[in-house]
């Protein structure tokens, strides 16, 4: 099996103390996070084709003592994976934030390089790891979740733990 293209930019804040963060991307044309052979960044999108789309989705929240919706945060991961169900392109993060003025959320989403998931096809899964900050009037928490993409359009992105604060 040949060896992935890199990622090289692998950690994105996409949200920060309520604000949303343009999110950045290198400029190869291939999303944030891409699962391609290496040396092909420039022609993969089209070597590739035809894309089909995938996305999982999950959801952050949490309540006060009376209930009243203290933050929630809509994720969704989407991705492109190639007819041939090897390869994955245009990996973006989607977020939909409600969060009450006396809270503050922060969403940082760490994407790892493609790993191939299977010996038979030269195919890829790309691992992350999405990280919410939850800083309310007092004490603060940090969860996960950690999942992957895969290039048969398959994913996983786990629920966030219950609150320990």
Do not use: C, H
């Not at 040396?39 to 999950?58: F, K």
């Not at 998931?117 to 195919?123: F, S, V």
Request: glycine share 6%; hydrophobic share 40%.
């Amino acid at each position: 099996m040949s060896a992935a293209e890199t990622i090289l930019k692998t950690v994105f804040t996409v949200l920060s103390a309520d604000n949303t963060i343009d999110v950045e991307v290198d400029n190869r044309g291939l999303g944030m996070a891409y699962a391609v052979p290496a040396g092909t960044a420039a022609t993969a999108v089209d070597d590739y084709s035809p894309w089909s789309d995938a996305e999982v989705r999950q959801v952050f929240y949490r309540q006060s003592a009376l209930g009243s919706t203290m933050a929630e945060v809509q994720l969704v991961l989407s991705w492109q994976y190639s007819g041939a169900q090897q390869y994955i392109v245009n990996v973006s993060v989607d977020k939909n934030a409600t969060v009450a003025p006396s809270v503050k959320v922060g969403v940082r989403v760490s994407f790892f390089q493609p790993t191939p998931y299977t010996d038979d096809l030269e195919a890829y899964r790309i691992p992350f790891t999405v990280d919410v900050t939850f800083t309310p009037l007092f004490g603060s928490e940090t969860v996960s979740s950690k999942g992957y993409l895969q290039a048969d359009g398959t994913g996983s992105f786990p629920p966030f733990p219950d609150p320990t604060i």
